[in-house]
């Protein structure tokens, strides 16, 4: 199997930490054990037997050839947030392991699904939901940080983006902003700048962030597992800070939940999710870069993970055609929110690298991901070496905490979000745990 | 103990008007109302929570569910997940129909997130002897959109599936054995 980086670089990740990067030899221990004839054997309680012989199993429409029989037997099916938060003395945070001299608090907790997070300019920080209707939004002027519901009726605002004192919410099929919004976290009011988007529900919720060029990058997700997608579907798009202007940035994209700007190059790198069910160990998900803007093509459906030509669809072509992930992040590990380090508090060495969260496996029988990892990038912006940063949030094949996504206080510490939890932890630096801010 | 006793009154309390409509063994005999008994209850959390929310307008159980607090819909539904599941129906159904629909829920891995013997998992339902015409709709409902999943797993499955598909598969499930 080709691979993606230098034979050195492979060493060095497989032995940081599991599932990073694809071996050149399979792992045959994380094989599931082999189900015997399963398409002959009965999957249910035999039933009261029919005078006629079963009925020939028709084709598969493709999304469900996806699914092997086998599957069956191995208990997997999507983890989903719950609704109601975790109770503050509840969280995992004594099982989280960091650096040494990193320390991770709460910094905000009861807030059902905490996902996207973005910091105001008078510091109010905002956390979306994924599946919920709602936007959150923490402020902390009695020195507490105080949660409030500032916007509900929302359909899946999981993109969020603050600019110049406006935040703009990415909804399933519209984008709206709130002019000023830490004037009216009491009486904010949504106006629509963009609705020109499908209404497919899966991986119909968005990430949203503001370019160096002030736009609004989003991402329009693949509506399926696998499919071919509409025109519409499977790409970044970006618009004017006022909806004009759509224009297509990049194709082939299967769904992203992560994305942010090289602080120098100002280059656009993002995370991908890769398909479910095509086997335990296959395909890896991604970590991108779009240097050809409106060209650039990932690879969907066609190529999945960067190097395995798609057992549907891959038929005719080659991953060669396409552009290259510049780091794989492990099966199944679904990255989704990354952050470049811009602040001062964490030690040199974090500057400009890539701080990403793996929410975790879902269609894996031995769960992996659930942990932030940091990318050091070479002066190139490739990646040199991925690291763990932040592990714990898996213990006995079961998840007690989920990261989502990072923003950064002025003051250079960390704020991570657990939709498992409705939680938000602060990390920070320091020989000595640094002041808290109120758990 | 005292306090324990009082809880469970409040409880049952709580309970007496769910199980009007959906029966007290767990099993409803009242159309387009669900069985809840052995729910797995993260999913009734998760169901009365959005109507709780109005996230999921749908008369009574908009109203029936406000004012409820978090411990409420815990507590309810893990009332619910110990009533004893619901019965198959004592006809045993068509063969032929039978055998339809076990070729549709094997083609399309129902039986994956929903176990093979249809008892659910965490916030995937249990759909076995579920009441048919209910089953028929609410998959009716999740394909075409009226009713929305909390997430998109149901809407992305159904898509490929005909309305006579979906037909079987409810007499399927409301008669599994």
């Not at chain 1, 959150?136 to 509900?152: F, H, M, N, Q």
């Not at chain 1, 999710?273 to 095509?278: G, V």
């Not at chain 1, 912006?381 to 690291?387: A, C, F, L, N, Q």
Request: one cysteine or more; a neutral charge; glycine letters at 8%.
């Amino acid at each position: 199997m080709p691979s993606i980086l230098p034979r050195s670089r492979i060493i060095l990740l497989a032995a940081v930490a599991g599932g990073f990067v694809a071996t050149a030899t399979p792992v045959e221990a994380q094989q599931p054990p082999t189900n015997p004839s399963p398409s002959a054997a009965p999957l249910t309680a035999p039933a009261p037997t029919p005078a006629t012989a079963p009925a020939p199993v028709p084709a598969a429409p493709p999304w469900a050839q996806a699914r092997p029989d086998e599957a069956v037997s191995a208990n997997l099916a999507p983890v989903v947030p719950p609704p109601i938060a975790t109770a503050p003395d509840k969280l995992p945070l004594s099982k989280l392991k960091l650096p040494k001299n990193f320390h991770i608090e709460v910094f905000a907790s009861g807030m059902p699904q905490a996902r996207s997070l973005r910091v105001g300019d008078k510091g109010t920080v905002f956390v979306s939901t994924r599946l919920l209707d709602r936007i959150y939004a923490v402020t902390s002027s009695s020195g507490r940080p105080e949660v409030k519901t500032i916007l509900t009726g929302l359909r899946w605002p999981n993109g969020i983006a603050v600019h110049n004192g406006t935040l703009y919410i990415a909804e399933l099929n519209k984008i709206s902003k709130i002019d000023n919004v830490e004037s009216h976290l009491g009486d904010a009011k949504a106006t629509v700048i963009y609705s020109d988007l499908p209404n497919y529900e899966p991986h119909g919720w968005k990430f949203l962030v503001v370019g160096p060029d002030n736009r609004l990058y989003f991402n329009v997700g693949a509506p399926c597992n696998i499919c071919m997608p509409p025109a519409t579907n499977a790409q970044i798009r970006s618009i004017n800070l006022d909806g004009s202007d759509a224009q297509i940035v990049a194709h082939g994209i299967r769904q992203i939940v992560g994305m942010d700007f090289h602080p120098a190059s100002k280059v656009l790198y993002f995370t991908e999710n890769q398909r479910d069910w095509l086997s335990e160990d296959q395909p890896q998900d991604k970590l991108n870069r779009v240097l050809n803007p409106g060209k650039d093509n990932f690879g969907f459906p066609y190529c999945a993970g960067g190097d395995i030509e798609d057992p549907i669809y891959g038929w005719g072509h080659s991953c060669s055609e396409f552009t290259k992930p510049i780091a794989q992040l492990g099966p199944h590990t679904a990255p989704l929110g990354m952050r470049f380090y811009t602040g001062q508090m964490f030690p040199a060495s974090y500057r400009n690298a890539i701080f990403i969260a793996r929410h975790g496996s879902w269609n894996k029988s031995h769960k992996i991901g659930g942990d932030v990892v940091v990318a050091h990038l070479n002066p190139d912006g490739t990646v040199k070496s991925i690291e763990p940063f932040i592990t714990g949030f898996i213990e006995d094949n079961n998840y007690v905490g989920r990261p989502v996504d990072m923003e950064f206080l002025k003051d250079g510490s960390m704020l991570l979000s657990d939709d498992y939890n409705g939680a938000v932890y602060r990390i920070t630096y320091g020989p000595q745990r640094q002041v808290s801010r109120g758990q | 103990m005292l306090h324990s006793l009082a809880a469970d009154a409040g409880l049952s309390q709580k309970l007496a008007p769910c199980i009007v409509c959906h029966g007290t063994d767990g099993q409803s005999q009242t159309e387009n109302v669900p069985s809840l008994g052995a729910q797995q209850p993260q999913y009734t959390v998760i169901q009365l929570f959005l109507f709780r929310e109005k996230m999921n307008i749908a008369d009574p159980m908009t109203d029936m569910a406000k004012g409820l607090s978090d411990d409420d819909l815990q507590a309810i539904a893990a009332a619910l997940a110990v009533l004893p599941a619901p019965r198959p129906p004592t006809d045993l159904g068509d063969p032929a129909r039978l055998d339809r629909g076990r070729t549709l829920v094997e083609q399309n891995h129902c039986n994956v997130c929903h176990r093979p013997d249809f008892s659910g998992q965490n916030n995937v339902p249990r759909v076995a002897d579920q009441r048919e015409e209910y089953l028929l709709k609410t998959l009716r409902d999740y394909k075409s959109g009226a009713r929305h999943g909390y997430d998109a797993t149901m809407a992305e499955v159904l898509q490929p599936l005909s309305d006579v598909q979906l037909v079987e598969l409810s007499y399927y499930l409301a008669h599994h054995r």
